[in-house]
């Protein structure tokens, strides 16, 4: 089994920027593909990013392309998404999650673990 938590998510100004972590314990692997999707009140969840922990590949959502970084410290077991120029359509519950064997990134069915999630206020 897989544990992960999420910390970091709070209240930030339109423009601002927030910094995302998951840490990872239990039968971890450092071939593992960690992702990060959100879901706003109201809609499905989606995918924001995604990094092999193997190779320190990175896949981004459209929306958040040249504003989100996704990051990898393995030695820690944990996964960071740096958000910057924050918007209100950002705002969401983010969820770190973890597969370990996929055929696509982006698609939420794919990942075998996930943490409680971290809120995302943004105000305008």
């Known amino acids: 089994q897989v544990q992960l938590v999420e910390s970091g998510g709070g209240l930030v100004q339109a423009g601002g920027s927030l910094r995302l972590s998951c840490a990872a314990s239990g039968r971890t692997s450092s071939s593992y593909c960690m992702g990060w999707f959100r879901q706003a009140p109201g809609k499905e969840r989606e995918f924001v990013a995604a990094i092999i922990r193997s190779c320190g590949s990175t896949y981004y959502a459209d929306s958040v392309k040249g504003r989100f970084t996704m990051s990898r410290d393995n030695a820690k077991n944990t996964v960071y998404l740096q958000m910057n120029s924050l918007k209100p359509e950002d705002a969401a519950v983010y969820y770190c999650?973890?597969?370990?064997?996929?055929?696509?990134?982006?698609?939420?069915?794919?990942?075998?673990?996930w943490g409680q999630g971290t809120k995302v206020t943004v105000s305008s």
């Open positions: 999650a973890g597969a370990s064997r996929w055929t696509s990134v982006t698609t939420a069915d794919e990942y075998d673990y």
